[in-house]
């Protein structure tokens, strides 16, 4: 057996392993703290083929940065955690992490068991929750000011696209909004060269065969198709006798009636999962109809939610009008966009659970689209997040004024696990002694400065003016985050910083694939 990242000394050190994963935790970290506030800087990313991307989106960072360190890839889970529930407050989250990890260490070091530190630890994260979920600000609608206040914050301050993400949570509505399976940063497409827009509808990223008619139709029958347009097909082996190939033919007669059935239901927009057999393709060609070819299984199920539209298999198409006239969604307008190169389906505004939004971001270049595309994720998860679970001053305001009630609890916690509440209570302060610190301030001052305003003024929301370096209210000036953002990113920041702390020691892993005879 062998320790990783062991040199020769560590095994006489008891802390080795903890102090190695708490510096590449603290390396990790530093990647992405820089970038926390309204002062905050972006980070360059290189690729090994000369490839750049600049952005101050931790996830994005932390996603491409290249890290071999067990306890730092464990850290970035942190990120991605919170990426994949919430959606946002990703570098808040990392930044606390790091914090409970760093503030973890140095009491062990001093002699506190690691596993008393753990407890303490869990023990003030759900006080701290608790304390937080006290002072959330419920959302009363989308009008509710602080809601559009909080998708400013969360968009940087980029006025156009707040406007886009807020006009689509107006087309999606509050009941699809606090939908748990529904995303609205799923609804965001990128493009270059392109204006920003919101519609009701959604983009097929392929593009149709192409007809001789205008690639326009209003009212249009929508067929979806989980299969190929193809006839039934026959084994090779029964296509070689004379027998076979008469049902071949037969075959062909079926699927050339089948396509007329379409054509004479007025059907002008076909679907499909899969491919098109060229006689179908030329038919469609002949006739007008618009065809879609190898759709994904996620944009079919959307194209049926959005027009009503019953998916089915190719032997379906055997049956007759009135049996297949029940399957059919509608659009009120299906088009081809040649400037996006994207085939647009409005949505049917009479159609049940429709409420299908499209939300292009544009710009000119590829570098500059995908950092808007980034920013309007981020607003528009921080919405849906404000919508289902309320808002917190931001700026690491709240996190402040909880860490101080928790010094007040730690007071009177009797056993060791006091240590580990200190831990959290001292992490808690990270991210506004960070976001001041980018701001050019010295973060120990001005914080003492921020929680006297908010014991003087007996509100939480106090905060430094990233400016000027005056005290102002956060919440009356709309600096808020949502709150499950904040929720989520402690929670699974104390969850990642108890498991760095309990570990003792790094073992390499023979190779699964090696021989057992090989020596330990």
């Not at 320790?3 to 708490?22: C, V």
């Not at 067990?70 to 990392?94: H, M, N, S, Y």
């Not at 296509?239 to 076979?244: K, N, R």
């Amino acid at each position: 057996m062998s320790q990783a990242n062991q040199s020769p000394g560590d095994g006489d050190d008891r802390h080795s392993t903890l102090i190695n994963n708490s510096n590449a935790i603290r390396a990790v970290t530093s990647a992405v703290e820089g970038t926390l506030g309204p002062k905050g800087l972006d980070v360059m990313l290189v690729g090994p083929r000369g490839e750049v991307v600049i952005t101050n989106d931790g996830v994005t960072i932390l996603d491409k940065m290249d890290v071999s360190h067990p306890a730092a890839r464990l850290l970035i889970q942190v990120a991605r955690a919170q990426q994949e529930k919430i959606g946002d407050g990703t570098t808040t989250a990392t930044v606390l992490a790091g914090a409970l990890v760093q503030e973890g260490v140095a009491r062990i070091i001093k002699g506190v068991p690691a596993s008393k530190v753990v407890e303490g630890i869990r023990q003030g994260i759900e006080m701290a929750l608790k304390l937080l979920s006290e002072r959330i600000r419920s959302i009363e609608g989308l009008e509710d000011p602080l809601l559009a206040r909080t998708v400013y914050v969360a968009g940087r301050e980029r006025q156009d696209i707040v406007q886009l993400i807020m006009e689509a949570a107006r087309k999606s509505g509050m009941e699809r909004l606090r939908d748990p399976y529904y995303h609205l940063a799923d609804d965001i497409t990128a493009l270059e060269n392109a204006e920003h827009e919101v519609f009701e509808g959604m983009l097929l990223r392929q593009k149709p065969l192409m007809t001789r008619d205008h690639l326009s139709y209003k009212d249009a029958k929508v067929l979806v198709l989980m299969d190929a347009l193809e006839p039934d097909q026959l084994d090779e082996e029964v296509m070689t006798t004379e027998a076979g190939f008469a049902r071949y033919m037969d075959l062909k007669q079926v699927f050339a009636s089948d396509l007329e059935r379409l054509r004479d239901m007025s059907v002008k927009l076909i679907v499909l999962e899969k491919g098109i057999h060229p006689d179908a393709e030329q038919f469609c060609l002949d006739h007008g109809i618009m065809v879609v070819p190898r759709v994904s299984r996620a944009d079919l199920k959307q194209v049926c939610s959005m027009t009503g539209a019953v998916p089915i298999r190719r032997a379906a198409l055997h049956k007759e009008a009135q049996m297949l006239m029940p399957v059919l969604g509608s659009t009120p307008l299906v088009s081809y966009d040649e400037s996006l190169a994207r085939v647009r389906i409005h949505a049917n505004a009479g159609q049940n659970g429709s409420k299908a939004v499209t939300v292009i971001v544009g710009a000119s270049t590829s570098e500059v689209v995908g950092e808007a595309a980034r920013i309007a994720g981020d607003a528009a998860s921080a919405l849906q997040a404000a919508v289902r679970g309320g808002v917190l001053p931001g700026g690491g305001t709240s996190e402040l004024a909880v860490s101080y009630e928790l010094e007040r609890c730690r007071e009177t916690q009797k056993g060791m696990e006091a240590f580990g509440i200190e831990a959290v209570s001292a992490a808690l302060r990270k991210p506004m002694s960070q976001i001041l610190l980018n701001a050019g301030y010295n973060p120990l001052e001005k914080m003492e400065e921020v929680r006297a305003a908010q014991i003087n003024s007996g509100c939480d929301a106090m905060g430094m003016d990233c400016d000027t370096g005056a005290v102002i209210h956060y919440e009356e000036l709309g600096i808020l985050d949502p709150a499950p953002v904040k929720l989520h990113g402690l929670r699974a920041a104390g969850e990642v910083a108890a498991a760095v702390l309990r570990i003792h020691h790094v073992i390499k892993m023979r190779d699964a694939a090696g021989s057992d005879n090989e020596p330990y």
